[in-house]
């Protein structure tokens, strides 16, 4: 089995065991601040996914948003970059709309993307340069468009803060509308799969963005920072990820305007995880 089709079958794995405990109660954390959640079954999947690495792969390095690899700061060899529950908040609040994602890199080159959707047992997957998937489906190359005709995913709290909203008003207000989904991954595989146009936010950990950014490029999607920079996976960064035109449309038309006031904000909580 390849290394591809072994975190296939794991994340597969991994999401039978959420489906079946989903009716358990669940034991809730704070982390960050008081929406900021983690449950037993982020630390408990994240845990299942890094043994089955482990015990397979013993070489392969493993960064984990629940605690796994916090040293790791090289991508030499394998390099896996796993969010074990992407989307916590609609996990609590919905049992639905998160995903598995893992990433994994091959001394720092891209390898292969795998995002679930548990729920709707929905697999996105890509290896690099051999197109992405859903399920057994191969995914068409997106088509481009026009910011007026597309549809834009971002959270609307950047809309409410001071330092933000003067940059994204404008971008939501010329879309053809906007949508919010709270997965960053599963955000990245909908762009994929051509149902939104564009996901923007200001800042996403490696473990949201590295499944996707492999999977949303293999339909032929841009994939940078706000600053059209390419994405480093082992540092937090910004995030604008669309087809070919519309990402240079926002670019050069909505971003690189406030590059400076971009820069001010990368130049702070981006260098760390
Ligand atoms: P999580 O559920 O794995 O924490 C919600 O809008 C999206 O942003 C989810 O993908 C969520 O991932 C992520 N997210 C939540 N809190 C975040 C934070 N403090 N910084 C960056 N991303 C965050
Ligand atoms: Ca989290
Ligand atoms: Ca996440
Ligand atoms: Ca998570």
């Known amino acids: 089995m390849s ?6 079958s794991i994340a597969l794995l991994a999401g039978e065991r959420i489906r079946e405990e989903l009716s358990q109660e669940l034991i809730i954390e704070t982390k960050s601040n008081p929406n900021d959640l983690v449950t037993n079954m982020d630390k408990a999947t994240e845990v299942f996914l890094v043994d089955r ?8 390095h493993i960064i984990g948003e629940e605690g796994h690899g916090k040293d790791i700061t090289s991508a030499d060899g394998y390099l896996w970059i796993i969010d074990p529950i992407d989307g916590t908040l609609n996990f609590v609040h919905q049992q639905q709309n998160f995903a598995i994602s893992i990433g994994i890199f091959h ?6 993307g795998v995002i679930y959707d548990v729920m709707n047992d929905k697999l996105y997957h890509a290896e690099a340069g051999k197109g992405a998937y859903l399920n057994e489906e191969k995914l068409p190359m997106l088509k481009n468009t026009a910011l007026v005709t597309s549809i834009i995913s971002m959270n609307p709290n950047w809309l409410t803060k001071d330092r933000t909203r003067e940059m994204y008003v404008p971008i939501i207000r010329t879309a053809r509308s906007a949508r919010s989904y709270g997965s960053a991954a599963l955000d990245f595989a909908y762009v994929a799969l051509g149902i939104i146009d564009s996901y923007i936010t200001l800042r996403l950990h490696p473990w949201d963005f590295a499944g996707g950014l492999i999977i ?23 995030i604008l990820v669309a087809n070919q035109t519309l990402h240079q449309e926002l670019l050069a038309d909505y971003l690189l305007p406030f590059e400076s006031h971009l820069r001010l904000i990368h130049s702070g909580p981006f260098s760390h995880r």
Request: proline share 5%.
């Open 216 to 238: 949303a490029e293999e339909v032929g999607a841009v994939v940078s920072n706000q600053l059209g920079e390419k994405l480093d996976p082992l540092h937090s960064n910004s």
């Open 3 to 8: 290394i591809y089709e072994f975190a296939k």
């Open 53 to 60: 690495i482990k015990e397979t792969y013993p070489d392969h």
């Open 107 to 112: 001394n720092g080159e891209k390898y292969a």
